[in-house]
């Protein structure tokens, strides 16, 4: 059952890199592997001799001793348990788009769009990378790629060339959520999970993290798509609206106030964006002077663009695909996870990888393994990679591992644009093809990995 399962998730994956040949939207593939990955659990679970209990990352050796009631108990715990972590997600990036789509209603990137007065490719790829590597450590790589992709919209004419800025972006944002406690799901996990601290993160990964963005946008800069003057999109004639810059410097401020109100309450941070969307939206309506309310709205109604809900409209207008594929990947990957096939991977690889520098405290756990699991980030997702890195392994808080396991699980999903949260949105927002990202920026990806891999590997032996 289980390699049925595997070819499931296989003939998947394969669906959604296909997606624009076999003219499918890769969300459905994505849900349909999820509900037939779950669905041959709950028929084969009397099959399967052990169950990687996610919550407590430990695998369960016994898990065939117990009777047909208690698999059924565990599994449907586990599945509630994985739904209750990807909605996390989702609705921390429902927040976020929409706090995006609110502060677009306003034009209030058009503050920034005024405020690129060159025209240089080169130039403009440089601010996009730099404010991507800071704002995703501040707001997290996954709405750093939002706001950005959302202005360089607004910026640049040619979607062809738009898309290596979004492919640069990613690359840089994933950098930047690297070094923070806050800018990627991952080091997320690991923050709260008491193994690394806020210091020491930033002390160990702020220079490889630099020079994982740097050096591809380095590189991608003497690329031919980087050279001259860039098409600008031209201002229209319409007035601007007076809230624009208001709106833009609440909205942004609104997204940097989450990770401050996770600090301060210890409450997960779809709970700090749900407080932030709403405050903004107090704004909208405020600035708006609407009257209408959600609840008037009757299906198949029409409304004056002009007099309705901005609220109303920029929930309309998110990425609801990207979210829903985000829901069928997540959880067809926390099928295997349940299983124990990722934490049976992650062993398979410390017991026959030849070791590559340092080994941690005796483990076994040499470099190469640290480093294939960044690789699998990208072909997988990082987050159950993470997870079953946490049941493995027994450092101490702020051993040099885990610094490592989040510096090769943040950036390493750069190498595909479906192995991040942050390629996955660009991916939806500017409809990019897998296909296309592989030959075009998967390469710069790699490079900036291994050159921030090695400067990690000399920055321990400093600090």
């Known amino acids: 059952m289980e390699t049925i399962i595997i070819l499931v998730f296989v003939f998947g994956y394969l669906a959604i890199t296909l997606e624009h040949s076999i003219k499918i939207d890769k969300l459905i593939p994505a849900l349909v592997m999820m509900a037939i990955s779950w669905a041959l659990i709950s028929l084969g679970i009397d099959t399967f001799p052990q169950w990687f209990d996610s919550a407590k990352h430990t695998l369960m050796e016994n898990f065939g001793l117990l009777s047909h009631e208690e698999k059924m108990h565990m599994m449907e715990e586990s599945l509630l348990h994985h739904l209750g972590k990807t909605a996390e997600i989702l609705i921390f990036l429902m927040g976020a788009m929409t706090i995006v789509e609110i502060i677009d209603y306003f034009d209030g990137f058009s503050t920034i769009k005024d405020a690129v007065k060159f025209k240089s490719r080169k130039k403009i790829l440089w601010l996009f990378a730099c404010l991507a590597f800071v704002l995703s450590a501040i707001i997290d790589n996954l709405t750093a790629t939002i706001v950005l992709i959302s202005i360089l919209q607004k910026i640049v004419k040619d979607r062809d060339i738009r898309i290596w800025y979004a492919g640069l972006i990613i690359i840089a ?16 996990m690991l923050w709260i999970g008491n193994k690394v601290s806020t210091g020491k993160l930033f002390v160990y990964l702020f220079i490889p993290s630099l020079l994982c963005m740097v050096v591809p946008t380095f590189i991608a800069s003497l690329l031919k798509p980087f050279k001259g003057d860039l098409e600008i999109v031209e201002s229209d004639d319409t007035p601007k609206n007076r809230f624009s810059a208001t709106m833009l410097y609440l909205g942004l ?211």
Not at 176 to 182: L, R
Not at 280 to 302: D, H, N, P
Not at 319 to 326: A, G, K, Q, R, T
């Open 173 to 188: 944002a994933n950098a930047g959520g690297a070094w923070s406690p806050i800018g990627d799901v991952t080091t997320t």
């Open 253 to 463: 401020g609104a997204i940097i106030f989450v990770p401050v109100f996770k600090v301060i309450t210890h409450l997960p941070p779809y709970v700090g964006m749900m407080l932030s969307l709403g405050a903004v939206a107090i704004f909208a309506e405020i600035y708006t002077s609407s009257r209408f309310t959600m609840g008037q709205v009757k299906q198949g109604e029409t409304i004056d663009s002009g007099h309705h809900s901005p609220v109303h409209r920029s929930l309309s207008r998110i990425e609801m695909p990207s979210i829903l594929f985000f829901l069928g990947i997540l959880l067809a990957v926390a099928a295997l996870e349940s299983l124990g096939i990722l934490f049976g991977f992650a062993t398979t690889l410390q017991e026959t990888m030849p070791m590559l520098g340092t080994e941690y405290h005796g483990e076994g756990v040499s470099d190469l393994v640290v480093l294939l699991l960044g690789v699998g980030s990208a072909v997988i997702d990082n987050v159950p990679l993470v997870a079953a890195s946490l049941g493995m392994f027994s450092e101490p808080m702020d051993n040099e591992l885990w610094h490592f396991i989040a510096y090769s699980a943040g950036t390493g999903g750069s190498m595909l644009i479906i192995g991040s949260a942050a390629g996955v949105v660009a991916m939806g927002m500017e409809k990019i093809d897998f296909f296309w990202y592989l030959k075009k920026i998967a390469w710069l990806a790699a490079i900036g990995f291994i050159a921030g891999a090695a400067a990690f590997m000399i920055t321990r032996s400093v600090f």
